[in-house]
């Protein structure tokens, strides 16, 4: 975001988001003087607040209110004016311990480590299982099912399994399966979906052997195509309660509003964010947008993008090498949010994960 902004506004502007996301409430000029030792009359304030706001950066939600940031204060304040927390030496040991107890399952890994970003900024965590950009070959078996038909399971370089039935055109045993299987491993192992069909159209195979290493090919391309098709998330509900330091804050505000209407919007948010979460289109479009920069990004209110998700913001990164093994990650809560520690959160769990790819898969 390019709007030049004063040092003093800069300042101010701070000081607003701050206390907006600890509270949750409308912040007035006297209690940013007050609170955080402004060296500005109230009068001053209100005049730069009157500037902030003509700037789009924030707003007034009723005439006698204070303001609130909207998501192009936030987007300023993240990028230009926020505060970057580390995690402190015992948080970083209590996560390390939690993932040597796992040993090396890959698949604990990420279970884990979208619960401990969940527990940490109780927020809600997604996380993709890391997996390779291009698919290849590790292994693969085919089973008879029949004299007509045999079952063929495939194991890819980055663990991932695919499995598809073929019909036979004559009949074959186990034993001639297997004897065939180990001989296509030995030229297909490591290959990706073009090497493959390159390798069947240089070499004479019989008809059976072209119509396994067709369908290899074919799975192998899919692989290629698609985003994972797992994804875990935790802690959804989070996105519902306020952050810590709100609920007393926000006393007076839910008292003036029924329960039944607050729950009733409850649901309606989480429901909407659980819908975009497994809407088979967000992971791929998401996946594509963190791909075009590098380390954590922040999302704020969808950006345009996601119409759902403009009652919060997302912190990803991608994990791993995309030449090789990778995966997203991140956190989804609400849009004041403690962006400073959720970035250090996600950045420190997107190392960690390196860290345990370079050591159980040598990346």
Do not use: C
């Amino acid at each position: 975001m390019s709007i030049p902004l004063s040092p003093r506004k800069q300042e101010i502007l701070r000081a607003l988001v701050e206390e907006y996301i600890h509270t949750g409430m409308p912040v007035a000029s006297e209690t940013l003087v007050r609170k955080y030792g402004l060296r500005y009359s109230s009068a001053t304030v209100r005049h730069e607040l009157a500037g902030l706001e003509e700037a789009k950066l924030i707003y007034q939600p009723h005439t006698s209110a204070g303001r609130v940031p909207t998501n192009q204060g936030y987007r300023y304040f993240v990028e230009h004016l926020m505060e970057e927390s580390a995690l402190s030496l015992e948080e970083q040991r209590l996560i390390r311990h939690q993932f040597y107890q796992v040993q090396d399952q890959l698949d604990q890994w990420v279970r884990l480590t979208a619960s401990v970003m969940a527990r940490m900024l109780h927020s809600a965590a997604v996380m993709t299982p890391p997996r390779a950009s291009v698919g290849q070959l590790k292994h693969f078996e085919v089973l008879s099912v029949s004299d007509y038909s045999a079952h063929l399971v495939l194991v890819m370089s980055d663990g991932t399994v695919r499995q598809r039935r073929l019909l036979l055109e004559t009949p074959y045993k186990q034993e001639d399966l297997s004897a065939i299987s180990t001989r296509l491993n030995k030229l297909f192992q490591g290959k990706n979906a073009a090497e493959v069909m390159a390798i069947l159209e240089k070499r004479g195979f019989s008809p059976v052997e072209q119509l396994i290493g067709t369908a290899i090919a074919q799975l192998l391309e899919q692989h290629s195509r698609l985003v994972s098709d797992l994804f875990y998330r935790e802690g959804v509900l989070n996105i519902l309660e306020p952050p810590d330091g709100r609920s007393r804050a926000g006393d007076e505000e839910r008292r003036e509003r029924s329960h039944r209407a607050l729950e009733e919007e409850r649901r309606e948010r989480v429901n909407k964010v659980i819908k975009v979460l497994e809407e088979k289109s967000f992971l791929p479009a998401l996946a594509s947008h963190v791909r075009e920069s590098d380390g954590v990004q922040v999302i704020i209110g969808g950006e345009d993008e996601w119409d759902e998700m403009k009652d919060v913001s997302l912190v990803v990164a991608r994990y791993g090498r995309e030449d090789k093994l990778s995966g997203l990650l991140g956190v989804i809560g609400p849009t004041p949010m403690q962006y400073g520690r959720a970035v250090a959160v996600v950045r420190y769990m997107v190392e960690l994960m390196n860290d345990l790819l370079e050591q159980g898969y040598g990346l």
